[in-house]
């Protein structure tokens, strides 16, 4: 009862305080659990946002002495965010030039898949991981610690808070509060309860006690208690090299020229569509391709040329063989998979009439890749893409990893892009021809 009475007057103040807009220069007391769910409410009301920004960026080349970086530059951003899925279309104005245009970039991730795409020299990417990317965004001003993943009111409940004072920020009373999180970084934030509970200004340390960052913003009304940052200031932290003292090493102020918050956004708004004659390469399966050209296809064809597979196998040990050559990356669990599985087949196939030739798509050491092959018992030629790897894989007709490619006695293809379960089928018909 006692619990369900505390619980009760926490939910009180939190009510006074939502309902009633200060009116006067001291703010009600309120508990640090309070305060977190108060923040959490202003949180969950933000759902989706779309926001069309610049950012001017200022660099201190004292901590960026190796990397030369232009000491002024402009970001325009288009910046879409629902969830974990995110959008950017960001152009650097006053630094990197390609073709004659200013660097821009395009990137989506839908929750599985991110694309890149580069315009100016247009080309693509696609990752089966999640990376948001170091572009500016909005809600690094007053609305997360430092990681996006986390909105403020979580990191806040992840953290021991110190009961909140009363400290003027930016000519406006706030709620002042120490986080400490279980690693021992520390955050410093001002919250005010009249712009909807968000961070007019908030200071962040490492674990190790050297300042990080901290970012201060002026916030917009955009209905339904739902408050934006439309201007501010991001100040990054490094180490000077000269001094080692602790200095300003970029500086950012947002400007924020449209928003949109809990905007209508669908599927297409995290999707890129590569223009015709992108050189787009798949890193989840290694493979590359043109937009709008369909690769070859190799069955009924002579084998190409196997020079510029680095194999390096005696012809004589294969005359009169079908070969079977399986394009693989032993960084892929699939690929991995499919060698292990050839190499407890090998002899039987041998006695087949078939002998096997792996080829490692992508470029890897070559000390690493033969210790491989080596602990892993394989017995037959491996080789690696010596040339151009899209180029190499196109010619072959490799649209995934593992690919597989069967010939006859006399190199013709007969089979290609097939399954480890479709192999004994496919040498029968083939012996059979």
């Known amino acids: ?135 500016p965004v909005p809600i690094d001003f007053g609305m997360t610690f430092f990681k996006r993943d986390k909105k403020l009111g979580e990191s806040l409940g992840d953290c021991e808070v110190t009961t909140p004072k009363q400290e003027e920020c930016q000519g406006h009373e706030c709620y002042f509060v120490e986080a400490i ?49 439309v201007e501010g200031v991001f100040k990054l932290y490094g180490n000077d090299k000269s001094s080692g003292e602790r200095v300003v090493s970029i500086e950012r102020r947002l400007k924020v020229e449209q928003v949109k918050v809990n905007a209508d956004l669908t599927q297409e708004d995290f999707d890129i569509q590569f223009p015709p004659g992108t050189r787009v390469y798949d890193h989840r399966s290694n493979v590359g391709y043109v937009v709008g050209v369909t690769p070859p296809r190799l069955t009924g064809k002579p084998l190409p040329n196997m020079k510029e597979l680095g194999v390096g196998s005696d012809p004589n040990q294969t005359k009169d063989k079908m070969l079977l050559v399986c394009f693989f990356d032993m960084n892929q669990r699939p690929s991995r998979h499919c060698i292990t599985q050839l190499a407890k087949q090998a002899e039987q196939l041998k006695r087949k009439g078939a002998i096997i030739i792996a080829v490692q798509a992508s470029k890897v050491d070559e000390t690493a890749l033969r210790e491989w092959v080596k602990n892993n018992g394989i017995s037959f030629p491996v080789g690696m893409v010596q040339g151009d790897e899209e180029k190499t894989m196109f010619n072959w007709g490799v649209k995934a990893l593992p690919w597989l490619i069967v010939t006859d006695r006399e190199r013709t293809v007969r089979a290609e892009g097939f399954g480890l379960d479709e192999l004994d089928k496919k040498l029968k018909a083939n012996m059979q021809e």
């Not at 200071?203 to 739902?226: L, V, Y």
Request: aromatic share 12%.
């Open 181 to 229: 999180q279980p690693d021992g970084a520390k955050a410093e934030v001002w919250i005010d309860p009249e712009i909807g509970w968000r961070a007019r200004r908030i200071r962040f340390w490492g674990p190790h006690g050297s300042i990080w960052h901290e970012a201060s913003a002026e916030f917009k009304d955009c209905g339904n208690a739902i408050w934006f940052p």
């Open 1 to 135: 009862m006692a619990a369900i009475l505390k619980w009760g007057v926490v939910v009180f103040v939190l009510g006074q305080v939502l309902l009633s807009p200060t009116v006067e220069a001291k703010l009600p007391d309120i508990t640090p659990v309070a305060l977190i769910e108060a923040v959490k409410s202003a949180d969950s009301r933000l759902v989706s946002m779309e926001t069309k920004h610049t950012v001017d960026e200022r660099y201190s080349n004292a901590v960026h002495r190796a990397f030369p970086i232009p000491e002024k530059r402009k970001l325009r951003i288009h910046w879409r965010k629902q969830g974990i899925k995110h959008y950017v279309d960001g152009t650097i104005e006053g630094d990197t030039v390609f073709n004659g245009k200013p660097f821009r970039i395009v990137q989506a991730f839908d929750g599985k898949t991110r694309w890149q795409w580069t315009p100016n020299s247009n080309k693509g990417d696609i990752f089966g991981d999640y990376y948001e990317g170091a572009w």
